[in-house]
Structures are given as structure tokens and as C-alpha cells.
T-cell receptor, first 117, second 114 residues
Framework: AQKITQTQPGMFVQEKEAVTLDCTYD???????LFWYKQPSSGEMIFLIY??????QNATEGRYSLNFQKARKSANLVISASQLGDSAMYFC??????????????FGAGTTVTVRA | NAGVTQTPKFQVLKTGQSMTLQCAQD?????MSWYRQDPGMGLRLIHY???????DQGEVPNGYNVSRSTTEDFPLRLLSAAPSQTSVYFC?????????????FGSGTRLTVV
């Protein structure tokens, strides 16, 4: 069963506007972590933001914020004031603890964002 | 710079050939893992290791072997390459410490099996 679902294969956004990337997850664990990564056309994986399942406040990192709705199992990424350099593939990922000190990181299929000038 | 180093960056293999993808990290991370990335499927976990001498299977382990003799190195072996193994491979490492158990990724290996 898919643990991470990203329903938007591709999105277009106008420069300087905000964009929201959807991510829903499936887990029965109480303790887990949620990540967003950016993959530009050059191919590297760039860490953007992290939200722990026990964190009461939504995570923010500069222009990135994570809208965490635990009851809905949703962890949407919001990019504010989009820039041309934000054009990339974005992956949502979840870290689950399999057993003590044994973790697995599962990824969604990704969302391609294209920023238009 | 500290990080995860993957070699080679590109490789073309013939069906049935074997090869090893190298991965090394200098951050003293306990956890290392290998992923493959295919279009429309995100990254899928192949094998992972929680420390030297300990490895386990991920989501798509068939056709791949790993070992972890040192904390720094985590090579991925393809014993008999198949066209279905054409993909981009990423190695990642992580520590248990720190706020976000941040994963550091290598730059990837693009493998083509013909």
C-alpha cells in the first residue's frame, strides 16, 4: 500500500506567487517524521523542511512552510513568493520507526513545479 | 566538504554483467541506505543498514546485494544486471541525533543496462 501520496504530478505557478503542494501519508505509528525534498534538473536531493509527529507548531524554513494536519494525515508544503529557481521536482517523505533504531524513509511519487516569469 | 560520495556518476552495463556502486560518508552516520528512482515512482528503498555489520532489505531488494563492513562505506552490488535495473541510484546516510534525523543524499549514479 502506498504510504505517501502526492496527487499533483505537475503544477505551474506565477513568479512571486505562493504554491501549495499536497501530501498525505498513511501510518499507524505515533512517532514519525515528515520531510520535503527538492530535486532540481541537476538531480541532487536537497532537504527543505522537517515536521515531527509530536511537533505542535508547523515547521517553517525561510520561504518554505509545512501545513501539518495530523488528524487528516496531511503534510502540505507551501512555497511563498515563488522564484524561477524553485522550478524542480518536490518529494514528500515519511520516516517510520520499524523497531528500536531501525527506520525507513518512504517517498511519494513527486510533484513537478514550474515557475513562470 | 563533508557528505555522501557516490561513484561512478554514470555507468552503462550489458545484460548479465556485474558491478558495484560505491557509497562513502564521512559524517559518522549510523544509518545508510540505497534508493532507486524511476519516473513517476519516486524513490524506492532497496537495502539499508543501521550500523556496521547490519543490513536489511527494503522495498525492492531483488537483484541487489549489500554489505556494511565499516561505518563509512555501504556498497551496492548488482550480481547480474538486467534492463529493469536501469535507473538512477541514490545513497543516503542519517544519524539518530539532531533535530530532524536529517538524511544526506549522494549525487546519484545513473545506470543504464543494455
Amino acid at each position: 500500500a502506498q504510504k505517501i501520496t502526492q496527487t499533483q504530478p505537475g503544477m505551474f505557478v506565477q513568479e512571486k506567487e505562493a504554491v501549495t503542494l499536497d501530501c498525505t501519508y498513511d501510518t499507524s505509528d505515533q512517532s514519525y517524521g515528515l520531510f520535503w525534498y527538492k530535486q532540481p534538473s541537476s538531480g541532487e536531493m536537497i532537504f527543505l523542511i522537517y515536521q515531527g509527529s509530536y511537533d505542535e507548531q508547523n515547521a517553517t524554513e525561510g520561504r518554505y512552510s509545512l501545513n501539518f494536519q495530523k488528524a487528516r494525515k496531511s503534510a502540505n508544503l507551501v512555497i511563498s513568493a515563488s522564484q524561477l529557481g524553485d522550478s524542480a521536482m518536490y518529494f514528500c517523505a515519511m520516516r517510520e520507526e520499524i523497531f528500536s533504531n531501525d527506520y525507513k524513509l518512504s517517498f511519494g511519487a513527486g510533484t513537478t513545479v514550474t515557475v513562470r516569469a | 566538504n563533508a557528505g555522501v560520495t557516490q561513484t561512478p556518476k554514470f555507468q552503462v552495463l550489458k545484460t548479465g554483467q556485474s558491478m558495484t556502486l560505491q557509497c562513502a560518508q564521512d559524517m559518522n552516520h549510523e544509518y545508510m541506505s540505497w534508493y532507486r528512482q524511476d519516473p513517476g515512482m519516486g524513490l524506492r528503498l532497496i537495502h539499508y543498514s543501521v550500523g556496521a555489520g547490519i543490513t536489511d532489505q527494503g522495498e525492492v531488494p531483488n537483484g541487489y546485494n549489500v554489505s556494511r563492513s565499516t561505518t563509512e562505506d555501504f556498497p551496492l552490488r548488482l550480481l547480474s544486471a538486467a534492463p529493469s535495473q536501469t535507473s538512477v541510484y541514490f545513497c543516503a546516510s542519517s544519524s539518530w541525533t539532531g533535530k530532524n534525523y536529517g538524511y544526506t543524499f549522494g549525487s546519484g549514479t545513473r545506470l543504464t543496462v543494455v
